[in-house]
């Protein structure tokens, strides 16, 4: 019910469930056309460094009441570490986070 109120008063996050849905639904994980893998980073922080990471099917933990941290710095490198070796997560949709 949250999420449904935060699509209603957040356009952003209504934009980001359109696509999420779009890609699922209408391309699907295996398309001949591109590879593709959607990074769902929890609540973003600044860092000066990469630090150790973790992806994970699913949420581990609540978004809203319990959320997790990740790293700008921490997402850029695992996009570019998914470009350069990411066919495990291809098709997919990780969720990320800072090791704690």
Known sequence: MVLALLCLLLPPQADNQQATDYLRTQIGQKTPLFEWVVVRPDSL????????????????????????????????????????????????????????
């Open 45 to 100: 922080i600044d860092a000066g460094q990469v630090s150790p990471y973790t992806l994970h099917p699913s949420p581990t933990r609540s978004a809203i009441f319990d959320p997790g941290m990740t790293s700008r710095v921490n997402v850029a490198h695992c996009m570019a570490e998914l470009i350069t070796n990411g066919k495990t997560w291809t098709g997919k949709m990780p969720v990320f986070y800072n090791q704690t």
